[in-house]
């Protein structure tokens, strides 16, 4: 793999000329290379999207589920493309058949070893500001998660023993100890 220039911006046609089975994300021109996932990464965000996907049917609502790789636009130029772990979209007008245009309801991002650093500070602020309505970040080495509203500016952590409650719905708790990790 290339190593990247620190001084270029880059854009999306440069995520889009990545080598096959090469991931990055896009965040104010500045390109970040992913690593593949972890196992247990894997099975985490399997079993936290298939937990909200069963909530919205049983509700009846009209909200999709999407989990990486998963392209979203978070604002209209073309210096910003992420691949949320999780991404839950209410407007459908949003969804294109390349991703989401503009941003998610919320968004989960698991961490990994590699993602730690851009998850916690460089995606916190970028979804804050694209207009994120709420932002949980999962942290299996930390046993933590935290949990952005950022319509109310609240902020809560949870530990793996205990069920998170969702902010974008009134009576959705994740109760991250029934989680087969």
Not at 9 to 28: C, H, S, V
Request: net charge negative; with cysteine.
């Amino acid at each position: 793999m290339p190593l990247l220039q620190q001084n270029k911006e880059y854009t999306i046609d440069d995520i889009y000329a990545l080598p096959d089975g090469q991931r990055a994300e896009l965040i104010d021109g500045q390109m970040y290379m992913m690593a593949p996932p972890t196992r247990r990464h894997q099975q985490i965000l399997l079993s936290l999207s298939r937990k909200i996907a069963d909530y919205i049917e049983r509700k009846g609502g009209s909200c999709e589920v999407d989990i990486a790789p998963f392209a979203v636009f978070l604002t209209a130029d073309d210096k910003n493309y992420v691949e949320p772990d999780i991404s839950v979209i209410c407007n459908p007008d949003k969804l294109t058949d390349k991703g989401c245009t503009g941003a998610p309801d919320w968004i989960i991002e698991i961490v990994s070893p590699g993602s730690r650093r851009t998850d916690y500070y460089t995606k916190l602020f970028k979804y804050r500001t694209a207009g994120v309505r709420e932002y949980w970040i999962v942290d299996p080495e930390k046993n933590r998660i935290m949990v952005y509203s950022f319509e109310s500016d609240d902020t809560a952590e949870y530990t793996f023993s205990e069920a998170a409650k969702a902010g974008i719905y009134d009576d959705l708790e994740i109760d991250f100890s029934s989680i087969d990790i």
